[in-house]
């Protein structure tokens, strides 16, 4: 089934299986965009392109019942995302559950491993980036706020506990506590077997990417808040 859908629906189809069935959805590097800046465009081509060619070319009768389930999955992914476009604006990125203020350490501390100096490296770019996905996510606030979705009163101030714990104690304060970011990073570069000047200068690396980019991020959205 998968061998005789042409490239651009495999690569959408790669998208699918590989990536959001399985929770993931970002490079190891960065962060996707996707959930704090929806696009204003129209529905992408190639999901109408890829759902009108499955229907036009492929034989439902003639596949076996595994590979009926996975069409039938795949379809039914690429029809919610048809009739779901409109509604994309319709969450709230920053809330008391399952915020972005709290997602971004969550993942880093628990999903993303660090075997290696490569690993390491993603881990800062990640830090890095996260400033520019909270301006992503700042200008998804405006447009959901012109439409009027707002989150109740209530969660602003789960929001701004979150927002002020990620950039508590070092190295944003000298309290002589290690942040929750910096505290992890040490603990999976410590662990490294890497010479000590290469985990010396990962750490310096790490630090800087708080300061500069993890710090204002998080200030930016407690300011907006």
Known sequence: FFA??????????????????????STRRSWPRAATLPSPRPIPCWIKNELRWLKNNIDYEKLD???QLSYDLFV?????SI??????????PFN????????????????????????AQDYISRLRRSQTLFKHALI????????????????????????????????FENTGIPSTLLKDFTKKVNALDIKSREKERLLIQAKQALLKHVK?????????I
């Open 96 to 119: 008391q559950m399952h915020g972005l203020q709290s997602g971004v350490p969550a993942d880093l501390i628990s999903l993303h491993k660090v075997d290696n100096i490569s690993d």
């Open 83 to 92: 009739a779901n476009h409109k509604y994309r604006y319709h969450n709230y």
């Open 140 to 171: 998804g606030l405006e447009k959901r706020r012109a439409k009027g979705i707002i989150p109740p009163e209530f969660v602003f101030p789960h929001v701004l506990r979150d927002c002020r714990n990620v950039i508590s104690n070092e190295h």
């Open 76 to 80: 039914y992914e690429l029809e919610r």
């Open 216 to 224: 204002p991020a998080y200030e930016d959205i407690i300011a907006y």
């Open 65 to 67: 019942t595994q590979t």
């Open 4 to 25: 005789s859908i042409p490239p651009t629906t495999r690569s959408a189809t790669r998208w699918w299986w590989g990536s959001a069935a399985a929770g993931g959805g």
